[in-house]
């Protein structure tokens, strides 16, 4: 199993445990939803475009750098890592893995650190 993989298990775990949201007792809107209709290709490119942008905010170390106040802000990072493997889990994006996986190393770092995001000291 790759870190992606790993990653979106994870998550998958977490909203599986959560029965408000699975057991319809949460609603969001006001008035009855209807989809939009948009086919998952569409948000797939929207997804892999941001992606392309995000390696470009990436430091050495793996973590997604906020181009404004220049260090690691929120996160930026696992949404980074979320994201790019949704889109190699759908065969496209082939060649972020490696963005990926350093945002996956940055990540399990910081937790086995027990550091919150913004206090890391990390700059671009």
């Not at 170390?61 to 190699?88: C, K, M, N, S």
Request: charged share 20%.
């Amino acid at each position: 199993m790759t870190i992606s993989q790993t990653i979106i298990a994870g998550v998958a775990a977490l909203l599986a445990a959560s029965s408000c949201v699975l057991g319809g007792e949460y609603h969001l809107t006001a008035r009855p939803w209807k989809p939009l209709g948009t086919p998952p290709s569409r948000s797939l490119d929207v997804i892999e475009g941001e992606c392309r942008f995000t390696t470009r905010l990436q430091n050495s170390a793996g973590a997604i750098i906020d181009p404004f106040i220049h260090r690691e802000h929120q996160y930026a990072t696992p949404y980074f890592a979320y994201a790019a493997g949704t889109l190699v889990d759908a065969g496209r994006a082939k060649d972020l893995p490696p963005s990926d996986q350093g945002c996956a190393r940055w990540i399990s770092t910081v937790l086995t650190c027990r550091r919150r995001s913004g206090t890391r000291g990390v700059s671009g």
